[in-house]
């Protein structure tokens, strides 16, 4: 027996699960170096973007206070619009997760009258209330904003018939989520976002054009920004901030719809001179640095699960040989005792609270009891090995990230584990399908 194969059965890995999960990884090779490939020409593109733009040692240091001449937040902001070829970027810590960044970039480039599209149906649940679908203090909505979106053709084709007809004189704002999130739609490839940009600047070339680019950031090698969006918009806790980052958002895109965003996060007239980086400015370098291979990472992670449990006869989405676009797996398991169980086993492989246990609870804005496994040292960080489903039909959870392919190896046989220990799993599984 290996020392590795030791190991995983001192943690409680059965000798059929590490043969079987030895089998799926076998069989991935080409796939991991098709991914190795994307990750190696994204490191060389943030290691020249942080040559040009001369980040030194002097950029690590924070500020305090206003955070007037911060040279580390200004310069990041210049190594952002770089790597996403925009005129400029805003990247802070004061931006608190990724539904605030979107929020901030609409809040700030749409006024009273102005009209938003969603062209790709509903957005991120957390973006129902910014918009005001459903009523908020504060929504877009309570400032005089509309809301009209298109929902996608059945075969997750754009309808662009209907888009043409939904952008009106007062459409100022066209938002397209490129990650499906927790939804059952595809992911769009940057590809697709540029054909659906094209179709709308040819409509009217002053439409704003942004990407909701959560999930997707270094998962191909080009961007959004790459193929004609005005905006893209992420949150650095997850791809961009490669693990490291303890809080933040980025915006990067033309100059005019920056300085909207910059004045809207601070105030008008001190835009983006102020905001003190504080001690956060080692973690978005380094965390940006590693990103292209953390991302990596989690794609292959993603890709393993797929093939464990789409060998097993669960039904996976994407499914374990399409390509991929963003770093989000589900897997349906058919009875709420399969989705706890794969959370527990996640949360058993956890460097951080591997000992406690999930159980499912009723949480706010949700309409099901939800389980949730996060082991992470950044509190919530999803670009983190994470697991979540809700407690209803067809039961379905949702798996991402983990930030070696070490770790989430360990944490999708400790999932399989525990589903085996449930009797979820038939005690012949051999891994051919056959
Ligand atoms: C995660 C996510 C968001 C919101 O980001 P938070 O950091 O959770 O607020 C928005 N859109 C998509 C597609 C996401 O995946």
């Not at 943690?11 to 490939?37: H, M, T």
């Not at 958002?249 to 003190?276: D, F, M, Q, S, W």
């Amino acid at each position: 027996m290996s020392a590795a194969e030791m190991m995983y059965r001192q943690l409680g890995i059965s000798r059929k699960v590490y043969e079987y999960g030895e089998k799926i990884w076998e069989a991935l090779s080409g796939r991991f170096q098709e991914i190795d490939r994307i990750s190696e020409y994204n490191q060389i593109k943030v290691i020249a973007a942080m040559q040009n733009q001369k980040v030194s040692e002097a950029c690590l240091l924070g500020t305090t206070g206003y955070g007037y001449n911060d040279l580390g937040r200004d310069t990041l902001e210049k190594v952002y619009a770089d790597i996403f070829h925009t005129e400029d970027a805003l990247v802070r810590p004061q931006i608190t997760c990724g539904t605030h960044a979107l929020a901030l970039a609409l809040l700030s480039n749409l006024r009273p009258g102005d009209e938003l599209l969603s062209p790709v149906g509903k957005p991120y649940d957390t973006l129902e209330e910014v918009i005001g679908i459903r009523p908020s203090r504060g929504s877009l909505k309570e400032y005089g904003i509309s809301y009209s979106q298109v929902d996608l053709l059945p075969d997750g084709s754009f309808d662009y018939e209907n888009i043409r007809k939904a952008i009106k004189p007062c459409t100022k704002l066209v938002t397209i989520q490129r990650s499906k999130g927790y939804q059952t739609r595809p992911t769009l490839s940057v590809e697709r976002i540029g054909d659906l940009i094209r179709f709308i600047k040819e409509i009217r070339s002053d439409i704003i054009c942004m990407v909701d680019n959560c999930y997707g950031e270094f998962t191909e090698t080009i961007e959004p920004s790459d193929v004609g969006a005005d905006l893209v918009v992420g949150s650095l806790i997850k791809n961009p901030g490669g693990g490291l980052a303890p809080i933040g958002g980025y915006l990067a895109g033309k100059k005019e719809c920056i300085e909207n965003a910059a004045c809207r996060l601070t105030t008008p007239g001190l835009g983006r001179e102020v905001g003190a980086s504080l001690q956060a400015l080692p973690s978005f370098y380094q965390g940006l640095f590693l990103a292209p291979s953390v991302t990596a990472n989690a794609m292959k992670n993603a890709i393993f699960a797929a093939n464990i449990y789409e060998k097993l006869g669960f039904s996976v989405v994407p499914n374990g040989t399409e390509p991929r676009y963003d770093i989000i797996q589900a897997i349906t398991f058919g009875k709420p005792e399969g989705v706890i169980a794969f959370c527990r086993g996640i949360q058993q492989a956890a460097p951080v609270d591997g000992h406690v246990t999930p159980e499912p609870w009723d949480m706010p804005g949700y309409d099901s009891p939800v389980i949730m496994a996060a082991g992470a040292f950044v509190s919530g960080s999803s670009i983190e090995l994470s697991a979540d489903g809700p407690i209803k039909p067809p039961y379905t959870v949702y798996f991402q990230g983990g930030l070696t392919w070490q770790h989430g190896k360990f944490g999708i046989m400790k999932s399989l584990q525990s589903l085996v220990e449930q009797g979820m799993i038939p005690s012949n599984f051999d891994g051919t399908g056959e």
